[in-house]
């Protein structure tokens, strides 16, 4: 069982949440890092064993900060050669080849693309 269970789904749904709190030990965290869709409003899950396990769920973007203070500690941390984020790019496509990023992303054939404005 693990101390903290992290959830990284590309949309977040409320059925993701009970299988998490069973991976979870007593007294761990399940955490998520991702959106729901702005309807997505239950969750399915075991709140006496969530209970009796005292584990805590926490839902955070931006590591629980302000996107004005994290984004330029990103591109500093880039700039400084630190946080190497062009190795995190799977795929680059020209302006007018933005359709072909979203059907490669629902393919599963890019994670991470990005648009060059060039």
Request: glycine content about 10%; some cysteine.
């Given at each position: 069982?693990?101390?903290?269970?992290?959830?990284?789904?590309?949309?977040?749904?409320?059925?993701?949440?009970?299988?998490?709190?069973?991976?979870?030990?007593?007294?761990?965290?399940?955490?998520?890092?991702?959106?729901?869709?702005?309807?997505?409003?239950?969750?399915?899950?075991?709140?006496?064993?969530?209970?009796?396990?005292?584990?805590?769920?926490?839902?955070?973007?931006?590591?629980?900060?302000?996107?004005?203070?994290?984004?330029?500690?990103?591109?500093?941390?880039?700039?400084?050669?630190?946080?190497?984020?062009?190795?995190?790019?799977t795929n680059e496509y020209p302006l007018d080849g933005v359709q072909q990023g979203y059907?490669?992303?629902?393919?599963?054939?890019?994670?991470?693309?990005?648009?060059?404005?060039?």
């Open positions: 069982m693990a101390d903290v269970v992290i959830l990284t789904p590309g949309e977040l749904h409320g059925d993701l949440i009970l299988p998490a709190c069973r991976a979870a030990s007593k007294g761990g965290r399940i955490v998520t890092v991702a959106l729901a869709p702005h309807d997505q409003t239950e969750v399915t899950m075991d709140l006496f064993g969530f209970a009796m396990y005292n584990q805590t769920l926490l839902g955070t973007v931006f590591g629980s900060q302000s996107p004005r203070i994290q984004i330029p500690r990103i591109l500093d941390l880039y700039n400084k050669g630190i946080f190497h984020v062009d190795e995190l790019v059907e490669d992303l629902a393919a599963g054939k890019n994670v991470r693309g990005v648009v060059r404005f060039d």
